[in-house]
């Protein structure tokens, strides 16, 4: 159960209902963390949903008029759109509003809003580290953040109080916050995050376009890890190739360490080196150990399958 914590929010504007908005939505509701909820989503279908599941107080595909009078305003957006919606609704924005996101790269979205950020509008970035390989508004659930990071990437010189604003806000979600530069946070990232998606993405294709095993042996044989890396692979094509696209040079970098590394491994097996894949294996089980004894890990995923309104 999350921390009471700040007074709630007047007026909270969330741009794009899907896996991660929808639960933003229904969170702040739950936990009371606003006393309205704007739901803006330019996919119709989308808006039909939130309309049905009753997420939030109005739902728009106009995002200008949506954000009017809004306090706090999330974009929930893939992170290529983050700039032109910001452009969007700029002209819109309150003096005295909060301006904030959830995307997966940091420093591009800092890039991508600067621009368009108008005098008197505080820009907090966010990533809340919580997720699952499901989109749209169906898939979200309102305990997603519980006990999860949501890393703050504040630009220099943004005022204190609009931070403290976002920090209470995924506080009240549950969520436990830290605050680094939107640098780090995307180097950060690229290894713990976004090269292993890339892995299990290249993994499935691999496995996908092998000749000589059918894709039936492939569904019907899959071990425990072959399995992980396929409910990786089943994530949003589109979030992806735009964290990929836009997390370009961290992703390189680190692409780069782990080929390196992966051809040491490839010579250890080749040369019969069992002592230097002892030690590796040795090391990596005391990391997954450490995960679990910090209570990041859960015995039992289950992901997307909790249904909720
Ligand atoms: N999926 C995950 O596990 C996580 C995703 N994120 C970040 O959250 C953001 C959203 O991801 P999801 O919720 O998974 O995506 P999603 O695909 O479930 O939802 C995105 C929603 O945004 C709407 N949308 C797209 N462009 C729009 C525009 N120009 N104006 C208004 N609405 C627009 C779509 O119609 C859709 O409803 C991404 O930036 C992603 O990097 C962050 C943490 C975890
Ligand atoms: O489903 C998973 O395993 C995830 O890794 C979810 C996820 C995806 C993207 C993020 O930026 C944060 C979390």
Redesign the pocket.
């Known amino acids: 159960m999350p921390e009471a914590g700040a007074a709630p929010l007047g007026r909270l504007a969330v ?9 933003i939505a229904r969170g702040a509701r739950r936990y009371g963390l606003a006393e309205t909820i704007v739901a ?4 119709e279908a ?1 808006r039909a949903r939130v309309r049905e599941l009753g997420l939030a107080d109005a739902v728009t ?1 106009e ?1 200008g008029e949506g954000v009017a009078g809004a306090d706090l305003v999330i ?5 290529g ?2 700039g ?2 910001a452009a ?1 609704i700029a002209p819109h924005l309150a003096p005295g509003a909060i301006l904030s ?5 940091k420093g591009s979205v800092v890039a991508a809003v600067a621009p368009h950020l108008p005098e008197g509008v505080a820009f907090v970035p966010g ?11 169906d ?2 659930f309102s305990t997603l953040f519980q006990n999860r990071w949501c890393i703050l990437t504040p630009p220099e010189g943004t005022d204190e109080a609009p931070v403290a604003r976002v920090r209470a806000f995924w506080e009240g979600l549950g969520a436990i916050v830290e605050t680094m530069s939107p640098e780090h946070h995307d180097l950060v990232l690229a290894i713990t995050s976004h090269v292993p998606h890339l892995i299990a993405y290249n993994i499935v294709g691999t496995a996908a376009d092998l000749e000589e095993v059918t894709q039936s042996e492939v569904i019907k044989f899959s071990a425990g890890g072959f399995r992980d890396f396929t409910r990786i692979a089943a ?2 094509p ?2 992806w190739r ?2 990929f696209l836009t997390n370009k040079d961290a992703v390189l970098e680190m692409l780069g360490r782990f080929n390196e590394d992966l051809a040491a491994l490839a010579r250890a097996i080749r040369w019969g080196d069992g002592e230097a894949l002892h030690a590796l294996f040795t090391r990596t089980r005391a990391i997954r150990r450490g995960i679990v004894a910090m209570g990041q890990e859960t015995a039992e995923p289950d992901f997307g399958r909790r249904k909720e309104g």
């Open positions: 741009v794009g209902l899907g896996l991660i908005g929808s639960s803006i989503d330019r996919d989308v595909g995002a974009l929930c957006v893939p992170v759109a983050v032109p919606v969007e996101d959830v995307g997966s790269v990533h809340p580290v919580a997720g699952t390989e499901y989109s749209g508004p898939a979200g994530s949003d589109t979030m735009d964290v």
